[in-house]
């Protein structure tokens, strides 16, 4: 019985001794949160499509630069072959044409001749009245058709009476076909072409071009002959009933189209 009861008082005081230690330990309190700035945020960077891509060239709104349309290529004034030339200017006195070399022409936009003649006589005693500015080809090509063609059929036409002047309505002239203010430029603006206005001849008569397609006079034959024929020198003939523009003249030109085509209206 005295052994329990000193059991019991041991085991009250090691509980006493045990709480009074609990109570001498201090509880460590909860550390307050600090709290971590959050990080600065970053620019998120936005895709680019492939045309947005920086390229080696600016672009025309980086510059101060104006961007302009590209511009229609200039014409140039065409150049003669030397040797055609030599070859032609031989040709042109063995027919007997009066004529005088003169300086380039060279008025912009294809407008010009490079090597320019001035004729003066067709043939020996004709006349081309105003002198006519050309390319040596023209002239050449006027000669032989006066002398092949015209001259033959003024002589059965006009019972013999001579040819003495070719009227030169027009030669060269830089401008657009048929004065237009736009469209394709003239062959009168190379050299290549002359207008025709009529025909004089000894006897002092005087044969203008207009409408003889129904006159059945020999001067309305010899008129229809001299255009017929001029197609197998030049590569276009126009003249009364072509159009309002031709008249009263013909208009004749060495144009070269592809394959030989001619155009005589």
Known sequence: MAMTKWILIAVT?????QGAAAEDIPIPQERPKLETPAPASLPVPTPTSPSSESTD???PESTDQETEEPKAPVAKLEKEDLKELAQCLSDLRAEGAAFKTAEQIDDGDGCGIDKPIILSEVLPGIKVIPEAKLRCQTALQLSR??????????????????LTVIENASDYVCRKRNNAKTGKISEHAHGNAIDIGGFRFASGKRLDVEARDTDSTLQGAFQRAARATACL???????PGSDDAHKTHFHIDIL?????YRYCR
């Open 233 to 239: 020198y030049f590569t276009t003939v126009l003249g």
């Open 13 to 17: 005081a090691l509980a006493l001794a």
């Open 57 to 59: 060239k600016p672009s």
């Open 256 to 260: 070269e189209r592809s394959r030989g």
């Open 145 to 162: 058709w006066t002398k092949d063609s015209v001259l033959p059929a003024a002589k059965v036409a006009l019972s013999g009476d001579k």
